[in-house]
């Protein structure tokens, strides 16, 4: 599909893979606004859009851009678009809609330094909380994290599959240094990426249902202009779209939302289990750092201490029972993250003895290093040693 | 069913770090590096950038890590080949370089060298007097770097130039390669003795760390145990 080579290594950027996961993913709309780090994302979609039929357009902002892929979502174009902390928080409201309304559409949010304007050209992991709690309203969300390269081709693909058969806004969360590195990768040719479409309805015209109540939370979705009649609204509306004040109507729309998430948290988990079969020092990290963390375990194993990682590769919703597992059996739980501690704190809620974990939490732009990790682990130990209070080893 | 535990080893790697001012066109040459080692010599590479707001001026720096197996340190601590365009670079990140690693810095703009054993090329006063332009300042430090080191070949780096840069300027970029990489090998030629024994290590690099890492493997494991259950 696009013209990047398959089957072959090839040196790519995150936002490169990115890109061009999404045109395998079946992407062929981008309305965007620029914004360091994601710009590269905008530039191939720019590039190879119109290759292939598809449209590109540069926005005035970012809140016009997710307005302008909701609205190509609804005609039945698979639509996304790529912003950085400061853009993806004016898409909030839109996030909000597209929940609403239930508009299949993705955004790719390439963390940098906060808040506001805050580091351009630096990496940062503080926007998570953002891609779970950022618009109103208690609406599903759906964030993905990749930690190499190869992971935003496929991740990419992964988000559009999500969002098309469940018919929610998906949020895929890179950061700076994933986006901006160049690795070898080898990518999947177009014959070997599932697609997924999202469902089309059997019934005639007159009795389609829009927002039809079913128990996994996912009714099928005629395109605009196809015959079938629905309307669109940000109110909390009945089957048809229409808005209503019925209580059984609100709640039946708001617990289908919470449908979504809990009917299918079985393909809403993703993780990675590194070492973790005896494991009694784990790390939790995700996106960039997770690379770090998988070098620390190797140095850990090499030092016989019994490290492993647990990576979540989908982080909202929160993968409750491989943490749960994870929680069980582990003396030490290390998260280290760049940000204040917003998924140590996610941990922690489903933790009975929480001073088994403990963060590593850089704030300034450097990196977290595998060393870092493995230092925290010894200094641990260290405590631990005095007070007995865990078995390592 | 017993579980097989994934690979641990922790694999030989050399990492680069070339270092200037923005502008200098560090991001490509480290690009280029990166796609001469990954795609043309089969390596396993991670390249990562680190620079400013501004679009010229600012610290500018690329990173490239190569290795045989998994790359998983994105952003190392300590670097085997430094190569610094700038003066403030240079002060910056030596201290960051390896034991015995190769220092190669543009001495139209490095007036001052923190070690004796560093490599001086006027890159920039090469550029801009005998290619005629001063943008090929970071291929000469490629070509050197090439020269110096063996650590990628010029036949992959010439490969890399062709696929990356624009066509019109392939020709100019192709003799600023040869350029830095000629004038590399005549320093090699023309040092004194002593000086040639130091800096003939360069040329081994690949050898000498997997020689390195089977006796510090041993040595690091034992003291990591100690340090760990302390």
Known sequence: MSTVKTGEPVLLSGNEAVAYGALAAGARFYAGYPITPSSEIAEVMARELPLVGGKFIQMEDEMASLGAVIGASLTGLKSFTATSGPGFSLMQEHVGFAAMAEVPCVVIDVMRGGPSTGLPTKTSQADVMQAKYGSHGDYPSVALVPSSVLECFTLTVKAFNISEKYRVPVVLLSDEIVGHMREKVVLPSQDEVEVVDRIKPTVPPEWYQHYQDSITGVSPMANFGEGYRFHVTGLTHDVYGFPTEKPSEISALLEKFKNKEIHNSRDLTMVEEFCMEDAKICIFAYGSVARSARMAVKILRQCGVKAGMLRPMIVWPFPKIPVENMLERANLVIVPEMNVGQLRKEVERLSNAQDKIHGINVLDPTFITAEQIVDKVRDLRAKNRRTGEYIIG | ?230
Not at chain 2, 19 to 43: K, P
Not at chain 2, 51 to 59: C, K, L, M, N, T
Not at chain 2, 187 to 216: C, F, M, T
Request: charged share 25%; proline share 2%.
């Open chain 2, 1 to 230: 069913m017993k579980h097989q535990m994934p690979d641990l080893e922790v694999s030989t790697k050399v990492a680069v770090r070339l270092s200037g001012t923005g502008g200098q066109g560090l991001l490509l040459a480290g690009r280029i590096l990166a796609e001469a080692a990954g795609i043309y010599d089969g390596l396993n590479v991670v390249q990562t950038n680190s620079y400013g707001p501004e679009a010229r001026g600012g610290a500018s720096r690329s990173e490239v890590v190569m290795s045989k197996g998994e790359v998983d340190d994105l952003q190392c601590r300590t670097f085997d080949i430094l190569i610094a365009l700038s003066q403030k670079a240079c002060d910056a990140y030596y201290g960051a370089l390896v034991d015995h690693g190769a220092l190669i810095v543009d001495s139209t703009n490095v007036g001052v060298v923190p070690t004796s054993r560093a490599i001086e090329i006027p890159m920039t006063k090469m550029a801009v007097e005998e290619c005629g332009n001063k943008m090929v300042t970071n291929i000469i430090a490629l070509g050197a770097l090439c020269g110096f080191t063996n650590l990628v070949t010029l036949k992959s780096l010439e490969s890399a130039l062709k696929t990356t840069v624009k066509k019109d300027f392939i020709e100019l970029n192709l003799k600023a390669l040869h350029l830095g990489h000629d004038a590399a090998r005549d320093i090699v030629k023309n040092l004194p003795e002593r000086k040639r024994a130091q800096v003939r290590d360069y040329g081994l690099i690949w050898q000498q760390k997997a020689h390195k890492k089977s006796q510090k493997n041993v040595r690091k494991s034992t003291a990591n145990r100690q340090a760990v259950y302390a």
